[in-house]
């Protein structure tokens, strides 16, 4: 009887025949093998009970070896194969095991079921009828009609799936495909022919998948690591189009088609590299200048175009090119609408150009698609803190420059709009305490934007002068009245001028 688990077990499961394999008994007599055969076969038997399926192959080697004609031999070997995944190897072992013993349906029988699941159904039918012309066990003939039946079916959706195919009706021969690859799993040529049909349908990956399955069931297969190539450069994965395109070249290093291929995915690959390589360095210019080779090298492929935009747009963004940034980004959220990269690079754009209700909408939409990103929920954060804050007092208004505008380009400003709005310069009542007011702002603006930390924490939605905004309450370090500036002079940083002004 055999143990629940066992590997005679286990092999039984999937090959119901099989256990004739492990259990056989050795027939000296009959097989005339001498005695260190029978040593062999007899501890290759054991360690195939144990699972040490290795050393089991090593025994029925050497079995084989000792007496060539031994077909005990052969069909325990084949066993170890099987176990082992390999039916390449066991169908030989089983087809010499027949040419020795004609009459042994159990190998018959189990090379019919390895040709059923190669598709060979032809062979595999021969197989089951000449078992049921051998006088089979109950179980054995039950088996031999059972694939029978099976293999009859196989034929008929075979043919089936030809004639869609050449109608090009690719989802019907699609469906009679998949009926027959759960039993002919490891046919080729019928995973190549439902390759096809997905690619007719847009379904590349799925082709992807029959088509690496096929170069490892058909040997020397460089037809199926070149369309496995094409496909991936297809779908802008130009790494694993390269990756596949060299396992081509390996089985065949003057294949035509793979070398030019070979060539194009490495000149894209190496221009790819390099860009993103500048981008680490921060040179965003260079990076771009890289891009638009990209798209120059392959514009037949719509990927890389949305690729490269794609790294485009971040590169204006980092490079605090807003108006630019905004637009490339917005070509590639036009042909792919949830592109979270794109979203959060043109929401840092938006807050540069102080647009803070388009920059939550992008970061809004970002979130929906990865709540979890951290990037996204600080850039939300910040762009709800700058929104609020854009309502009360905003520097940069103030002075009339951008929120990327450098010190020179800040002190610039400020002297101008203070030179305008000095009281001094009116005499009305009332103009002059609207210019009060105004230049008050002005000096406020230029204090906090010409100092770093105080410009951090406003450029982070806080304002530095402001009560509100500061924690702990109490009263403002930083408040100042009108008569805190008099005789401040908003010329004397450095300037060539100098001016004096008298207040009464």
């Known amino acids: 009887m055999v143990a629940p688990g066992s590997v005679s077990s286990r092999l ?79 169908l030989p072992d089983l087809t010499k095991v027949i040419e020795l013993k004609m009459d042994f349906t159990a190998a018959r029988l189990q090379r019919g079921h390895l040709l059923l ?24 003939e039950k088996e031999a009609q059972s694939q029978l039946v099976k293999s009859d079916e196989m034929q008929r959706l075979r043919s089936q799936a030809l004639d869609a195919f050449e109608s ?27 390759a096809e049909c997905f690619i007719k349908e847009g379904e590349p990956r799925k082709a992807i998948s029959d088509l690496k399955a096929s170069s490892k069931l058909k040997n020397d297969n460089t037809e199926a690591f070149y369309k496995i190539s094409t496909l991936y450069y297809e779908l802008g994965d130009h790494e694993l189009s390269l990756s596949e395109v060299r396992e081509c070249l390996k089985l065949d290093q003057d294949h035509k088609r793979c070398f030019a291929h070979y060539k194009q995915v490495k000149k894209l690959n190496k221009l790819i590299e390099s860009a993103e390589e500048l981008i680490k360095d921060g040179r965003y210019a260079d990076a771009i200048s890289k891009y638009e080779s990209v798209m120059k090298t392959e514009p037949g492929v ?4 949305v690729r490269s935009k794609e790294r485009i747009c971040h590169c204006f ?34 807050l540069i150009e102080e647009m803070y209700d388009e920059a939550i909408q992008d970061y809004e939409t970002a979130q929906e698609h990865n709540e979890n990103d951290q990037q996204i929920r600080e850039g939300l954060e910040k762009a709800q803190r700058l929104l609020k804050q854009s309502q009360r007092r905003d520097y940069y208004k103030i002075l009339g420059v951008k929120r990327n505008a450098k010190k020179q380009e800040i002190i610039k400003a400020y ?39 105080m410009r951090k924490k406003f450029d982070d939605g806080e304002d530095p002068l402001d009560a509100e905004s500061q924690q702990g309450g109490g009263g403002n ?3 100042r009245s009108w008569n805190s500036w008099q005789g401040f002079n908003p010329f004397s940083s450095g300037g060539p001028f100098r001016f004096k002004f008298h207040f009464n």
């Open 12 to 90: 039984g499961s999937v090959f119901p025949f099989l256990l004739v394999l492990v259990d056989l008994q050795y027939e000296g007599a009959e097989c005339g093998v001498n005695a260190d055969v029978e040593k062999h076969l007899e501890l290759g038997k054991k360690l195939l009970a144990a699972g040490q399926l290795a050393d089991a192959l090593s025994q029925f080697h050497a079995a084989v070896d000792g007496d060539p004609d031994n077909y005990i031999a052969y069909y325990r070997r084949a066993t170890v194969f099987l176990a082992m995944g390999k039916s390449k190897a066991a």
């Open 317 to 350: 963004s980092k490079d605090e090119k807003p108006v630019e940034a905004i637009r490339v980004c917005s070509e590639v959220l036009q042909v792919e609408p949830d592109n979270v990269n794109a979203l959060k690079d043109r929401a840092e754009a938006y």
């Open 477 to 479: 370090p930083f408040h």
């Open 302 to 305: 719509p990927e890389y175009t």
């Open 415 to 453: 002297r101008k709009l203070a030179m305008q709005w000095h009281p001094d310069n009116f005499q009305n009542e009332e103009e002059k305490k609207k210019a009060e007011k105004k230049f008050i702002d002005i000096a406020a603006a230029k204090e906090v934007l010409s100092d770093p930390e």
């Open 117 to 140: 699941k190669q598709g060979k159904l032809d062979e595999a039918e021969d197989d089951f009828k000449k078992v049921l012309k051998s006088n089979p066990s109950e179980n054995e």
């Open 168 to 194: 090009s009706d690719f989802p019907a021969a699609i469906t009679f495909l998949d009926k027959i690859l759960e039993v002919c799993v490891w046919d080729a040529e019928l995973r190549e022919l439902r």
